[in-house]
């Protein structure tokens, strides 16, 4: 089976601070695992993908994610928000046969 | 290189009609599914093609439908509408082949088709 939670459905934090989005993930396969973005009323935008390469993984616009095995997760973060970054963020789980399994979505916000 | 296109934008159907909603996947790419997000339900897959062929199919009831043209253009179809299906409808592409345990591909989404059932 295979399945992605993503802890917080609602995050707010201030314009220069951190960011922390968390994903947990299962797979009985060595998965693929990615980030989107989404601004409203838009499809999905490609933040970041691991595929077993290097753990650490750079995206776009700042954003990072660290695939931990031994925890089974794939967080998000960002040094230091920006408005343009409030949006709602999917993590996403590709395991064997490209069975593709969304995560239900974190809304962030950022305030000025 | 064009982005995943998807037409129309926005529509407005009543109860009891049918819908039919297009993908045109960036150039190359054979792999086309299908996704309905709603605020309740959140993402959910539809359906995938790869030349041609449905490959895999999520758990929706028969009214919805799809296939995928020889360019590997992509489309799908609800009848009889109802008002749940109001909607975003997410369409997407990949080079990936549905078969392949490869799993380095990413999806590329399109902006969506906005479905409003009245």
């Known amino acids: 089976a295979q399945s992605v939670t993503q802890l917080d459905s609602h995050v707010s934090v201030s314009e220069g601070t951190p960011v922390l989005l968390r994903c947990n993930y299962s797979?009985?396969?060595?998965?693929?695992l990615f980030w989107y973005v989404q601004h409203p009323n838009k499809g999905l935008q490609l933040l970041l993908k691991?595929?077993?390469?290097?753990?650490l993984v750079k995206g776009i616009n700042g954003f990072e994610a660290e695939f931990k095995k031994s925890e089974t997760s794939f967080h998000l973060t960002k040094p230091s928000a920006h408005m343009s970054d409030a949006a709602e963020y999917f993590c996403?789980?590709?395991?064997?046969?490209?069975?593709?399994?969304f995560g239900t979505g974190t809304k962030l916000q950022v305030i000025p | 290189k064009a982005g995943v296109t998807q037409t129309p934008r926005y529509l407005i159907k009543t109860r009891g009609q049918q819908v039919t909603l297009s993908c045109s996947p960036i150039?190359?790419?054979?792999?086309v599914s299908w996704y309905q997000q709603t605020p309740g339900q959140g993402l959910q897959f539809l359906f995938e093609?790869?030349?041609?062929?449905?490959?895999n199919k999520g758990n929706f009831p028969g009214r919805f439908s799809g296939r995928q043209f020889s360019n590997s253009r992509s489309e799908m179809n609800v009848s009889t509408l109802e008002l749940g299906d109001s909607a975003l409808y997410l369409c997407?592409?990949?080079?990936?082949?549905?078969?392949?345990?490869?799993?380095?591909?990413?999806?590329?989404f399109g902006e969506g088709s906005r479905l409003t059932v009245l």
């Open positions: 997407a592409s990949s080079l990936d082949r549905p078969s392949s345990l490869a799993t380095t591909g990413e999806l590329f």
């Open positions: 797979s009985s396969y060595s998965p693929s």
């Open positions: 691991y595929t077993s390469a290097a753990t």
């Open positions: 996403v789980v590709k395991g064997g046969y490209q069975k593709v399994t």
């Open positions: 150039s190359g790419h054979r792999s």
């Open positions: 093609y790869f030349s041609e062929t449905q490959r």
